[in-house]
């Protein structure tokens, strides 16, 4: 009980301390315990170490992008934050994790090639795994609105309409829940291990925003329900009620069966 007690105190300090970062952040998604950064040296054809190197946790938040890559520093106050969308690019190549956003190539910005060594090769699995789960959900976000795009409003409307489109986008990545608290390993971290220190005048962080009052349209319910199904989880327990539904049903069945037989 108290091992459960301490990793839940872990996973709200580090989330405290990431908010204060970016204070968009509602939620830890899975985090890994030591990693340092590298980037490739096209030039050299070499890894080249940065100054980065500490926790790493992917985060999810309120707006786009949904999800974020943070390491939290420990050689200095500046930290990685990369975002996480339908362009990045990963592969797991022993003993990195290898990324990039393929748009910056498409925009003509610097495409640079960076590897993150894992202290735990299984946290570089888990990682990797989750964050392919999540480019494939942008990917299928992504189509879904080409294929069937917002109708044209004027005026307020179309904010109302662009703020639903994010938060269908929220309820939807937010089937994403892998490790969300049993795989936080982290150690804790304190403001000034990562980040610099607030100014006098300095504008609070605001309170993260929450979708407990959404309501889904119809062409917002069709793209929640096809993150949904694709989440392992979700077909589990479904799978799970089915067959209960269905043995209920056949019980009920056999017991009718049963009073019939007996009544003649």
């Known amino acids: ?45 070499t890894w080249e170490k940065k100054n980065v190197e500490g926790s790493l946790f992917v985060t999810k938040r309120s707006d786009a992008p949904r999800f974020k890559l943070i390491v939290l520093n420990r050689s200095s106050t500046e930290n990685l934050e990369v975002p996480i969308t339908a362009s990045f690019q990963m592969q797991v190549k022993e003993p990195y994790m290898i990324f990039r956003d393929s748009s910056a190539s498409i925009a003509g910005e610097d495409e640079t090639i960076r590897g993150i060594w894992f202290h735990d090769g299984n946290e570089r699995d888990q990682i990797a795994s989750y964050l392919e789960q999540v480019v494939k959900s942008l990917i299928k976000i992504e189509e879904m609105e080409r294929n069937h795009p917002p109708p044209q409003s004027y005026g307020t409307v179309d904010k109302d309409v662009d703020t639903t489109r994010q938060d269908a986008g929220a309820a939807l990545l937010s089937t994403l829940t ?7 390993h982290s150690t804790p971290v304190t403001a000034n291990q990562s980040t610099a220190p607030q100014q006098v005048g300095q504008t609070p962080p605001r309170q ?8 889904l349209d119809k062409k917002s319910l069709q793209l929640s329900l096809l993150s949904l199904i694709q989440d392992e989880r979700f077909l589990d327990l479904i799978h799970a009620q089915y067959l209960k539904v269905v043995h209920t049903r056949t019980a009920r069945q056999q017991q009718q069966q049963n009073q019939n037989g007996t009544n003649k």
């Open 208 to 215: 993260p925003a929450t979708h407990q009052n959404l309501v």
């Open 1 to 45: 009980m108290a091992a459960t007690i301490d990793a839940e105190t872990r996973r709200k300090a580090n989330l405290r301390v990431l908010q204060r970062i970016d204070s968009n952040i509602v939620d830890l998604a899975i985090t890994a315990t030591h990693v340092v950064l590298y980037e490739f040296n096209n030039a050299k054809r």
């Open 178 to 184: 892998l490790g969300s608290k049993n795989n936080d």
